[in-house]
C-alpha cells in the first residue's frame, strides 16, 4: 500500500494514533481509539486497519505492548498531509512580541532572547544559527586602541550584526593615526558586502600613501582573518537541553548521554540546521528521525525556519523527540522567525 493509496477510514485512524501518542507516549490500541475518537466503526474494524497500516510501514507495535506507534514515515504523512497547523492565540503572539522588544538592544541580546524564548514556549531544545555574514554589507569600521601594540577591530554590519576582532600590531600607533587609517577603510569599504571586501580589498587600498602603508598592509594581510565567517564556537546558540531530559523518549541514562553529546557537538547542529539550503525555506522544514541520516539524530525531529536580517539569512527551530506536538511547534517556529525577521529589518 502506498502513501496515496490509503482511504479517508485509514488516514483517520493514523491521525488519531499519532495524536494520541503525542499526547500519552503510551502505545495506542483500538478499543482507546474507538473510545476517545468520533471514527465510526467498531473496535474490531480499527483493529483491522491498524493492521493494514502496520504492514505498510506507518505504524508498528513495541513487543511489549499490543498498542500501536507511528513510524516515520507514518510521521512523515501526518506533517505532510493529515495535521491541522494550530493558530497562536493573540495572547501567545503578544507574550512572543513582548519578549522580543524588550530585550532588543542589540542583535546578540536579541538571538539569545530568541533560543530562550523558542525553548520555553515548546519545550524543546531551541538552536538559532547566526546569519551568514558573507552577504552581509559592512556599515562602519571602528578601530580602537587596546595597548600600545593591540587595536581592536570593530564591524557594524547593516541589520544590526557586528563582529570584533583583535589585531596584534609590531609597533605602537597613535591615536590620531588609527583615525585616520579608519577614516580611509570606511572611504572604501563602506556599503560592500564582506565577501567582496575579503577578495578586493588589497586592490581597494592599493594608492594610499606611504604614511599609511604599514598599518594597511597589516590590515590587507589579515583581511581574511577580519572579514571571514563567524567561527563555529560562536555560530549557534544551543538552549533548552533539560526540556529535552523531561521527555519520557529520554529518561534513562543511556537518553540523557546522547542528549548531552548532542548539545556538545555544535558542528553537529550547525550541519542539519544548514544542511537542505538549496531549499527555499519560505515554509517550516521538517525531518524526522531516519531522515536526518544519522544515528545520532534517529531519535530526533527538527523543526526549522530561515529568518533574515538584510540581505543574510539565518535558522532556528528546535530539536526534540519524533512524538513532538508538531501542529503547535510549526506554528511557533513560523511566528517567531516573521518577528525575528521584522525586529531585526527594524535594526
Known amino acids: ?61 513495541p513487543h511489549t505492548s499490543a498498542g500501536r506507534i507511528p513510524t516515520d514515515k507514518g510521521y512523515r504523512l501526518y506533517v505532510d498531509s493529515l495535521m491541522d497547523i494550530q493558530k497562536l492565540s493573540s495572547f501567545e503572539k503578544e507574550k512572543i512580541n513582548q519578549q522580543l522588544e524588550t530585550h532588543f538592544t542589540e542583535t546578540d541580546e536579541l538571538l539569545n532572547i530568541t533560543a530562550k524564548l523558542l525553548s520555553s514556549i515548546t519545550n524543546q531544545l531551541a538552536c538559532v544559527l547566526y546569519p551568514n555574514l558573507d552577504t552581509g554589507v559592512l556599515e562602519k569600521i571602528q578601530l580602537i586602541i587596546l595597548t600600545s601594540n593591540r587595536i581592536m577591530v570593530v564591524l557594524s554590519i547593516k541589520s544590526g550584526l557586528v563582529k570584533t576582532i583583535t589585531l596584534e600590531l609590531s609597533y605602537s600607533i597613535s591615536e590620531e593615526k588609527l583615525l585616520s587609517i579608519q577614516q580611509i577603510l570606511n572611504e572604501r569599504l563602506s556599503g560592500l558586502k564582506l565577501s567582496v571586501i575579503r577578495s578586493t580589498v588589497r586592490e581597494r587600498l592599493k594608492d594610499i600613501s606611504t604614511n599609511d602603508q604599514p598599518m594597511l598592509t597589516m590590515f590587507i594581510d589579515s583581511a581574511d582573518k577580519i572579514f571571514k565567517e563567524i567561527k563555529t564556537d560562536n555560530k549557534v546558540l544551543i538552549t533548552g537541553a533539560k526540556n529535552l531530559m523531561k521527555q519520557p523518549e529520554f529518561e534513562n541514562p543511556e537518553k540523557v548521554h546522547s542528549v548531552v553529546e548532542l548539545i556538545e557537538e555544535k558542528d553537529f547542529i550547525i550541519h542539519f540546521f544548514e544542511k537542505n539550503n538549496e531549499i527555499s525555506n519560505q515554509n517550516v522544514f521538517i525531518t524526522i528521525g531516519s531522515e536526518n541520516q544519522s544515528d545520532k539524530l534517529e531519535e530526533y525531529s527538527l523543526v526549522t525556519k530561515e529568518y533574515k536580517a538584510g540581505e543574510m539569512v539565518g535558522k532556528l527551530g528546535v530539536v526534540g523527540p519524533k512524538r513532538m506536538e508538531y501542529s503547535k511547534i510549526v506554528a511557533i517556529v513560523d511566528y517567531v522567525s516573521k518577528m525575528l525577521t521584522d525586529y531585526l529589518t527594524k535594526a
Open 1 to 61: 500500500m502506498k502513501t496515496e493509496d490509503l482511504n479517508e477510514r485509514e488516514k483517520t485512524v493514523l491521525r488519531y494514533i499519532v495524536q494520541q501518542f503525542i499526547l500519552s507516549a503510551a502505545p495506542v490500541g483500538s478499543r482507546l481509539l474507538t473510545k476517545k475518537y468520533d471514527i465510526g466503526v467498531s473496535p474490531a474494524t480499527v483493529r483491522n486497519i491498524m493492521s493494514d497500516l502496520e504492514e505498510s510501514g506507518f505504524i508498528n507495535h
